[in-house]
């Protein structure tokens, strides 16, 4: 288990391709209650990178604190060695980081492509915009069927393709996945990890929070486990899910 590093330093050296994104020591707050607490991860060009950990570890805070719902107090949040630690939410969209949150937060009263034109509030090219909703549509087939139907009232995996398709509505460089599989049926959470899969394949680079930790070891390629807002272990996913003591340890979810 040579790449398995039970510290909170970044794990670099043996990864291909370049930091795509990349944190630094972040500590966040709410309030009085410190939620992170230095940590530091990278997400490189091309791979699915798994943050996992228990309720309250502080997955979800650190998807926010990089997509600037939240902000940093102290530390750095870099996008391909750019800080963008200060900027707010809507800049960070901009630059390419799209967060898909937990919930799917989809806009009641909205049709599904009325939501899905949301998404492309930053582009400004109609031609462009055309053919995003095309590959969305072609990429999830019930949403161009539906598309005419209030979005609040799908099912709810079609409620998650639908908050994926909004976020690549955008054209994302690197897309914040949180809980994707939450409240979804086998054959739902299945579908959804596959086209999670093919998105990767087709170039875009994900950070994945999912509570089903074995899950998205099959998935990822890199792995980093969260408690109590500190990294406690990081490796390739592949040999972390291999080894039985640490899922009971500290993975001890989902099945």
């Given at each position: 288990m040579q790449t398995i590093n039970r510290t909170d330093a970044p794990a670099t050296g043996t990864r291909p391709g370049k930091v795509r994104l990349g944190i630094r020591d972040v500590e966040a707050?709410?309030?009085?209650?410190?939620a992170l607490r230095g940590v530091s991860l990278d997400v490189h060009e091309g791979e699915i990178v798994t943050l996992l950990g228990s309720n309250g570890a502080g997955k979800s805070t650190t998807l926010k604190t990089i997509s600037g719902l939240v902000r940093a107090q102290r530390g750095e949040v870099q996008l391909e060695g750019e800080s963008i630690a200060k900027l707010a939410a809507h800049e960070i969209a901009r630059r390419g980081v799209v967060h898909v949150p937990e919930g799917r937060r989809i806009l009641r009263g909205l049709t599904v492509k009325e939501n899905l034109e949301l998404g492309a509030f930053t582009v400004k090219d109609n031609a462009l915009r055309r053919q995003r909703l095309d590959e969305v549509y072609e990429l999830f087939p019930?949403?161009?069927?539906?598309?005419?139907?209030?979005?609040?009232?799908?099912?709810?995996?079609?409620?998650?393709?639908?908050?994926?398709?909004?976020?690549?509505?955008?054209?994302?460089?690197?897309?914040?996945?949180?809980?994707?599989?939450?409240?979804?049926?086998?054959?739902?959470?299945?579908?959804?990890?596959?086209?999670?899969?093919?998105?990767?394949e087709a170039g875009t680079t994900i950070l994945l929070v999912e509570q089903n930790a074995r899950l998205a070891l099959r998935l990822a390629h890199y792995a980093y486990v969260i408690e109590?807002?500190?990294?406690?272990?990081?490796?390739?996913?592949?040999?972390?899910?291999?080894?039985?003591?640490?899922?009971?340890?500290?993975?001890?979810?989902?099945?």
């Open positions: 707050f709410y309030g009085q209650i410190q019930i949403l161009h069927e539906r598309r005419h139907q209030d979005g609040s009232l799908l099912s709810g995996g079609q409620q998650q393709m639908l908050a994926m398709g909004r976020a690549l509505m955008h054209g994302p460089s690197v897309m914040l996945l949180d809980e994707p599989s939450m409240g979804l049926a086998p054959k739902l959470v299945t579908e959804i990890m596959r086209i999670i899969k093919r998105l990767n109590n807002g500190k990294i406690r272990m990081q490796g390739a996913a592949a040999e972390l899910r291999q080894d039985e003591s640490i899922v009971k340890a500290y993975l001890g979810v989902g099945e």
